[in-house]
């Protein structure tokens, strides 16, 4: 693998929206035989918001029964987030597989950063293996207790990666983290799609 001069040698992937679909929907929508009672339920009930402290590193046993106590009669399907979680992930991005292939391929290395539960990354990793096992490292947010856009959770990165900012090349889909990795040094692309990622990524001689 060869690339331009000067030029990222390895990439760093954010998991959610870039490789693989979150939608709570996906599993919620097949629970609740009323959209109104699911749209509630998602806005005001189990919101991402509540979900995001267990992206910061919070059992699901302490929050779902923190939640469980704010709405008892909802406490059926809290508790089902957890367990199924897998099931909120519907499938990858359309043209990731094939990218992320064809870098490894290249011998590329690659890497990810996921603002993500450590206990619900674990099954969801296994149960993806096919593409994970391609990535030589991932920095799971829950399991370090420290999310993106903290600078800290790019930092420690890097020094896990053994990768300087500009040997780097970051993926995200949230503004927020694509300006954090920015201003560490980091070049780094808004996802918006496999292609307008492809044609960066050939740009920069990573992709042929």
């Known amino acids: 693998m060869t690339s331009a001069a000067g030029a990222p040698t390895s990439v760093i992937f954010d998991v959610g929206h870039v490789l693989y679909d979150w939608d709570p ?21 189990a919101t991402r918001e509540w979900h995001f402290q267990h992206d910061a590193g919070r059992p699901f ?62 099954p969801f990793r296994a149960r993806e293996a096919a593409l994970f096992d391609r990535f030589r490292d991932i920095v799971v947010s829950g399991d370090e207790r420290v999310v993106k856009p903290d600078p800290a959770i790019f930092h420690l990165a890097l ?14 889909d949230n503004e927020a983290n694509v300006f954090a990795a920015r201003a560490l040094g980091i070049r780094s692309h808004l996802f918006a799609g496999a292609d307008a990622l492809r044609a960066e990524l050939t740009s920069l001689g990573l992709l042929g």
Do not use: C, K
Request: proline share 7%; no cysteine; net charge negative.
């Open 61 to 122: 046993a302490e929050t779902s029964a923190e939640l469980t106590a704010l709405h008892p009669r909802h406490a059926e399907m809290i508790a089902l987030w957890g367990p199924r979680f897998g099931e909120q992930i519907p499938g990858p991005i359309p043209g990731m597989p094939a990218l992320v292939e064809e870098l490894d391929g290249r011998g590329v290395p690659l890497f990810a950063i996921t603002n993500f539960s450590g206990e619900f990354f674990a």
């Open 25 to 45: 929907r996906a599993l919620y929508g097949r629970l609740f035989d009323d959209e109104q009672a699911l749209d509630s339920f998602l806005r005001d009930v």
């Open 159 to 172: 020094r896990r990666f053994a990768l300087t900012a500009d040997q780097a090349f970051f993926v995200d």
